[in-house]
């Protein structure tokens, strides 16, 4: 089983999307990953990880 979670904001929001991010890989999920977007940066950081 797996499953897709987002969250827009315009202020941070990096931790609600860690923590949907962790209640998929508890669904059984075999890979799980973030991205992020720093508007003062103008980049994105991301990970993907192996949950197996």
Not at 24 to 52: P, V
């Amino acid at each position: 089983m797996g499953g897709f979670f987002g969250t827009v904001s315009k202020a941070s929001c990096v931790t609600d999307l860690f923590y949907g991010t962790d209640y998929n890989s508890h669904l059984g999920t075999k890979r799980g990953g973030l991205a992020t977007y720093d508007a003062e940066e103008g980049m994105f950081a991301r990970s993907i990880h192996n949950l197996e």
